[in-house]
């Protein structure tokens, strides 16, 4: 049947996170370890499952290559550095029995041995980003705190949020660069001077009004407040490039620059979360977790890639992302667990 195959995915999902709970509980028990070792071979799906909930475990530290100590000194930048700083030292102190590296090396069995290789490559490329953001960014913010710039010109952007922006002046143009995260713009009018922000693949050009651009994973977002705006989608034919929005409308457009839908609402949603609001009308999922994770200490993960597209509606409260979080699972049919105290996990029931 057609849902079968992502029933046994999401069973193998919950049952993934119930082995690592025992697991950790109870790491010397030889029997619950054989166990273990039986459901992982049982299929493809357990051992998938396993996989990703190691992944999502080891998070926290594997996003560390340095010490925690010396970390904020380097300077972590956007993508949770600090915050998976102070979660890394929660789960030395907390852990009971070897330290982590060490109990979770009993923990990866042969059969992901490859995949636990390859997470671990993954999370160091996630890492360096993370740095070289910082490195090249103006103004940068943490974990649930948002940031108001005024910028040469009078104009102001306000960061979300775990969000990062380059800023780049000259006589003919004002550019910023928004290298992660979410910035809402209100912006001086000055006809001689265009004002461009620049977000992957996108560049938004305005001359005076107010919009908000969100850098996603898999996408970007430009919704606008007042004024008009010109978005041009630069992974397009040139002909094709440009849209025009006004306010009240918003358009997204995907990382390889396909337009994913534009779209139409009060214009006062544009840049909602600094009303400490997270507004989704049909939204993924997959956004609203990220929207979410930008508030949370720690980290918010999806057990399988078919939840990412699941439409998300209504408002939500970012002061407490993870109310928030169960609000949407609960409306959903989903769940909420709770693997360690800094990492949710977000599957099916």
């Known amino acids: 049947m057609e849902g079968e195959p992502h029933a046994a995915s999401d069973r193998a999902s919950r049952e ?12 010397a028990d030889t029997a619950l370890r054989r166990r273990f070792q039986e459901w992982l071979r049982a299929s493809a799906e357990n051992d998938a499952a396993w996989a990703e909930t190691v992944r999502a475990s080891s998070l926290a530290e594997s996003l560390l290559p340095f010490d925690s100590r010396t970390w904020g000194a380097v300077g972590a930048g956007p993508g949770k550095g600090q915050g998976m700083a102070r979660a890394a030292d929660r789960e030395r102190s907390a852990f009971i029995g070897p330290k982590p590296a060490a109990s979770r090396a009993w923990m990866r069995p042969r ?74 713009f209100a912006v001086r009018p000055n006809p001689a001077q265009p004002f461009r922000v620049e977000a992957r693949t996108v560049r938004v050009t305005v001359l005076g009004t107010s919009f908000d651009v969100e850098l996603a994973s898999r996408s970007v977002g430009v919704a ?6 010109r978005v041009e989608n630069m992974g397009q034919p040139e002909g094709d490039r440009s849209e025009q ?31 400490g609001q997270l507004v989704m009308e049909d939204g993924p999922l997959g956004l609203a977790v990220e929207q979410l994770d930008r508030y949370f200490d720690g980290a918010i993960m999806l ?14 409260d970012l002061r407490d992302p993870e109310a928030a979080l169960r609000t949407i699972a609960r409306a959903l049919g989903l769940e909420v667990r709770r693997i360690t105290p800094w990492i949710l996990i977000v599957s099916a029931r």
């Open 111 to 184: 059969p992901i041995a490859a995949a636990a290789a390859a997470v671990a490559a993954c999370v160091l490329a996630l890492a360096a980003p993370a740095v070289l953001i910082r490195l090249q960014s103006d103004h940068v913010t943490g974990i649930a705190q948002t940031r108001n710039i005024e910028l040469e010109d009078g104009s102001l952007v306000t960061l979300a949020p775990n969000s990062a922006v380059a800023v780049s002046y000259t006589p003919g143009e004002r550019q910023v660069r928004l290298l992660s995260g979410e910035a809402y």
């Open 245 to 275: 929005l006004t306010a009240g409308q918003s358009i997204r457009i995907s990382s390889d620059g396909t337009p994913v839908r534009r779209g139409s609402q009060p214009a006062d949603t544009a840049g909602a979360w600094r009303r």
């Open 224 to 229: 606008v407040n007042k004024g008009v705006v």
């Open 303 to 316: 057990a399988g890639t078919s939840l990412a597209d699941r439409p998300v509606t209504g408002i939500f």
């Open 16 to 27: 993934a996170s119930e082995w690592f709970v025992y697991l950790q509980d109870d790491p």
